[in-house]
């Protein structure tokens, strides 16, 4: 049994829910595409780093890193040195991910909107799934238990690795710089900065601090306490230029509460990459499904869709891990 109702963005909803498709409705590629756009707007990261649609849960993309000398004197040698690219790639392998949520039917008709309400619900809804997203994008950690007695949290997270693990596994020893509990400063971005590899330099109008609220309020802090109109500017309207020149994004969704040391339980990490260099996988085929259920007296909404989280060269990136803001400052 069906039920037309209609989307939170007008031009999807007519034909991508309708009673000749359900309960198995499965977005066409257009329809996919703007609902990933929904999706996707309503995130803070994932709407700034590169994203993938594919059609494929598995697979792979070309990655391309000239990072050697490719130029010579015409007549240093006899014949001329040639260089190729070093191509490498970027595995993905997706993760389905459900969003459900019932609707009752004495709510909907004692509600005043009546089936209004139903497209605000959803609205809502995919707000949240656009949270919880982001939240899988930052924090996944697979090594998390999952399963029927475990906690909302864990069943979001534990399913895939998200950034803050990918980035501590795979970023060089040498880029990693340990804040050990103290708070972020400006010697800390300094020394960030410097620990970009040299060949990666030029690259640095892409480069962006990406950090969680407290570091970046740290750094407004800092700022506003100049005695100068620039400190006057910032306590006024908080808009201050990043750490040695390097755009800032917030991140409100980054954890602050990350373990470090014996005790310390106020950790978090600040990212200095390009955007483009973190990766978003997702697939196009996305299934919306609504259901009566007659006995329950409500109607159930199901949705489904793949995703996978990947850095496509984390020699680009700088990580400063164990950054907590009840430390002093970083020196």
């Known amino acids: 049994m069906g039920l037309s109702i209609p989307l939170p963005f007008e031009d999807v909803s007519k034909a991508a829910i309708d009673t000749t498709s359900l309960p198995n409705s499965v977005l066409n590629r257009e329809q996919s595409d703007r609902f990933i756009d929904l999706l996707v ?43 190729v690219p070093t191509e490498s790639v970027v595995t993905y392998d997706m993760i389905k ?38 939240m899988a994008a930052i924090e996944g950690d697979d090594s998390l238990t999952v399963g029927d007695d475990q906690t909302a949290s864990n069943n979001l997270l534990g399913v895939n ?40 330099r ?18 407004m802090l800092d700022w506003s306490n100049r005695a100068t109109d620039g400190g006057d500017s910032a306590l006024a309207s908080g808009m201050v230029p990043g750490p040695w020149g390097i755009d800032m994004l917030e991140v409100p969704l980054m954890p602050e509460d990350l373990s470090w040391g014996s005790a310390g339980t106020d950790g978090s990490q600040i990212w200095l990459t390009p955007f483009e260099n973190l990766i978003y996988f997702i697939r196009r085929e996305i299934t919306i499904e609504f259901e009566r259920r007659p006995r329950q007296d409500m109607w159930e909404a199901t949705i489904h869709y ?26």
């Open 97 to 134: 991910y459900r969003s459900a949520f019932d609707l009752r039917t004495d709510f909907l008709e004692q509600n005043l909107e009546r089936e209004a309400i139903r497209d605000k619900v959803l609205g809502m809804f995919t707000k949240r799934m656009a949270i919880d997203s982001e």
């Open 202 to 219: 030029a690259a640095k109008p892409l480069y962006r601090w990406i950090a969680p609220s407290g570091p970046v309020d740290k750094w």
């Open 161 to 200: 690795d998200g950034f803050n693990k990918i980035l501590l596994a795979e970023v060089p020893a040498a880029q990693q710089v340990d804040a050990a509990g103290k708070s972020p400063s400006k010697a800390l971005y300094y020394e960030m900065k410097r620990a970009i590899p040299s060949r990666y």
């Open 306 to 331: 793949k995703v996978d989280y990947e850095v496509e060269n984390p020699d680009l990136v700088v990580l400063a891990k164990n950054v907590a803001m009840s430390g002093t400052d970083y020196t």
């Open 41 to 83: 707007d309503e995130s803070v990261l994932l709407k700034r780093i590169r994203r993938e649609r594919k059609d494929n849960d598995k697979g792979e993309i070309n990655k391309l890193d000239l990072g050697t000398i490719v130029t010579e004197g015409a007549s240093a040698t006899s014949t001329a040195s040639t260089s």
